[in-house]
């Protein structure tokens, strides 16, 4: 009786060592399945206006991102409308198009929570003629065309005044200057406010026009071209922008930390020339 207790005791024991060493086996493979579904590649949508930002998306940004383990696809608009909508709807993740004081204004204004993540390298506003290349020669009574969004035409004023073709009052908000700020035309202008991606295409019919940089890009504009550029400062570099609920994201960070990579920079010297980098 002793020998079979024994004997009992033993098999009992070896049942259930196997049997806890099958679960210890089953909890290491649940474990390491649950570990690779965590590592699954993180598909990101970036929305750009068509041309050069689209392109840096393209170039510099998508590239960078591949190689920290991301798919990116790049969704490309023809306006400065609906790449916030598409942003806050989250049909796309971060969009780069817009300065921060144009960001502030239309999320106040169609009640949206953005936060711009980092500053890009940024092509200025340029004066574009096809009939004058002395800005000093501008007939009077000559069409002068710039964007209609409140904070672009306020870059365009400005950019006029420092050429020299219209005074502005003295103290005014340079982020909202507009038409009625005006206290001297000396030559007459006459002043038509378009959509922006209609502006490079105007200058058939008109005789300047304030272009941003990245139509003027988009229209194969030379920027060493333009009569006259614009002073470059924090409010109008463009930013790249999220949801500001994804601002700490994992994405957010790698974001900023590849537009302030010293790959990005070279990607930028060699693709992206004459384009006005921010100090980080």
């Known amino acids: 009786m002793k020998i079979k207790k024994t004997l009992s005791i033993g098999l009992a024991t070896i049942i259930t060592l196997t049997t806890l060493v099958g679960c210890g086996t089953r909890k290491t493979d649940e474990k390491a399945s649950t570990s690779n579904s965590n590592q699954k590649i993180q598909e990101v949508k970036i929305g750009a206006t068509s041309g050069p930002y689209s392109d840096m998306v393209n170039k510099a940004i998508k590239p960078l991102l591949e190689k920290k383990g991301y798919k990116i ?50 092509a200025p506003m340029g004066l574009y003629s096809d009939k004058i ?15 209609n969004d409140p904070s672009n035409a306020a870059r365009a004023y400005i950019l006029l005044s420092e050429a020299g073709l219209i005074k502005l009052k003295k103290d005014i908000d340079p982020l909202k200057a507009s038409q009625k700020d005006i206290i001297e035309n000396p030559k007459h202008l006459q002043f038509t406010e378009l959509e922006a991606a209609q502006l490079a295409r105007s200058l058939s019919s008109s ?74």
């Not at 806050?88 to 960001?103: C, G, R, T, V």
């Not at 290349?133 to 964007?147: G, R």
């Not at 890009?217 to 949801?243: P, S, Y």
């Open 73 to 122: 696809s790049i969704v490309e608009f023809t306006d400065y409308i609906r790449p916030n909508h598409a942003l806050n709807d989250k049909e796309i993740d971060a969009n780069l198009f817009q300065h921060k004081i144009y960001m502030d204004k239309f999320a106040k204004e169609n009640n949206m929570d953005l936060t711009a993540l980092v500053q890009v390298p940024t």
């Open 207 to 280: 005789t300047i026009s304030a272009v941003p940089g990245n139509f003027a890009l988009a229209a194969n504009f030379d920027l060493t071209t333009a009569l006259k550029l614009e002073k470059m400062t924090d409010n109008n570099r463009n930013n790249i922008v999220v949801k500001s609920e994804n601002k700490d994201s994992k994405l957010s960070k790698d974001l900023i930390s590849i537009v302030k990579s010293k790959e990005f920079d070279e990607i930028i010297n060699t693709d992206f020339k004459g384009f006005d980098k921010p100090l980080y």
């Open 133 to 147: 290349k002395d800005i000093n020669k501008i007939q009077d009574k000559a069409e002068v065309t710039l964007p």
